[in-house]
């Protein structure tokens, strides 16, 4: 059996990659196989924080159900054709509720809030799953995500300097945080400008969504700071929490939490951003 913890940090993340690279070959390949790939992740979410949080057994089986749920609410929404402010009132109402059995579960309102923003998160990530091509966008946005990490460690390392939030996440730097959103501005500027390498057109509000360079830009920095800030709430909770990663799944980027955590304030952002596009 591989020991991961023999290989040096970049080796272990080079192999989580990898390990990556057939759940995206399948999410790519097929609609339902991404359904259910998200389902499941949404799942290993809720798991990872209610375990990190020590909610017990009984209450996490419900917190994980909650988390299977949530994915279902476009099915819903599409069978009694709700207006977007209706859904969006459904979602932020969902939000509430659960953070306040989360605070029940654990007297932490903190830990709540981003218990909040994961199911806000989840909601609307199943919103642009549901979507013509919405699969594509998702990996559109994992892309760009991934363009972001990749450089803001690999630039953190490289050039080092002031750190960006050391009482929070002590091996982040400022250069680290400014090459990663640099990063995500040209990963934006490839697949959305006009190379346009997915190919891809976009309807949320009915009408096929055309961005302009100004779009493009805005909507690049915009994600590259949103993703960092993401990894950087997850870092706090986890700190709170007293674990330095939300699980062991995933060798060289830890738990599912932990990889996607960059998705927790982009993926709203992204259904706002073509709304108003």
């Known amino acids: ?20 690279l057939p759940l995206i070959a399948a999410f790519w390949y097929s609609a339902i196989l991404a359904t259910i790939m998200f389902v499941v992740i949404s799942v290993l979410m809720f798991r990872e924080l209610g375990t990190m949080a020590g909610v017990r057994s009984l209450p ?18 599409a069978i009694y054709g709700w207006s977007i402010p209706t859904m969006f009132v459904f979602v932020i109402g969902l939000a509430l ?46 892309l760009v995500i991934a363009c972001c990490d990749c450089a803001a460690y690999f630039v953190g390392r490289a050039v080092g300097g002031p750190r960006l939030a050391p009482a929070i996440s002590p091996n982040k730097t400022i250069s680290g945080a400014l090459g990663g959103t640099m990063a995500t501005l040209l990963a934006a500027v490839l697949l959305f400008g006009p190379m346009d390498l997915l190919d891809l057109e976009f309807s949320i509000s009915g009408e096929m969504v055309m961005l302009s360079w100004f779009q493009i830009i ?43 955590d960059g998705y927790l304030l982009t993926l709203p952002a992204m259904i706002l951003f073509f709304m108003l596009a």
Do not use: Y
């Open 1 to 20: 059996m591989i020991q991961f913890h023999t290989f040096s940090g970049t080796a272990q993340r080079f192999v989580g990659f990898i390990l990556l």
């Open 60 to 77: 996490l089986g419900i917190l994980l159900a909650l988390g299977g749920m949530i994915n279902l609410w476009p099915f819903a929404a």
């Open 218 to 260: 805005a909507g690049g920095l915009v994600i590259g700071l949103l993703a960092q800030i993401g990894d950087l709430l997850e870092s706090a909770v986890k700190r709170r929490l007293g674990f330095k990663d939300s699980s062991q799944l995933i060798p060289g980027h830890g738990g599912v939490l932990d990889r996607f």
């Open 97 to 142: 509720i659960c953070r306040i059995a989360f605070v029940r579960l654990t007297g932490d309102h903190r830990v709540a809030d981003f218990c909040l923003m994961m199911v806000i998160c989840v909601a609307s990530g199943s919103f642009i799953l549901g979507l013509p091509e919405g699969r594509f966008l998702l990996l559109a946005l994992a």
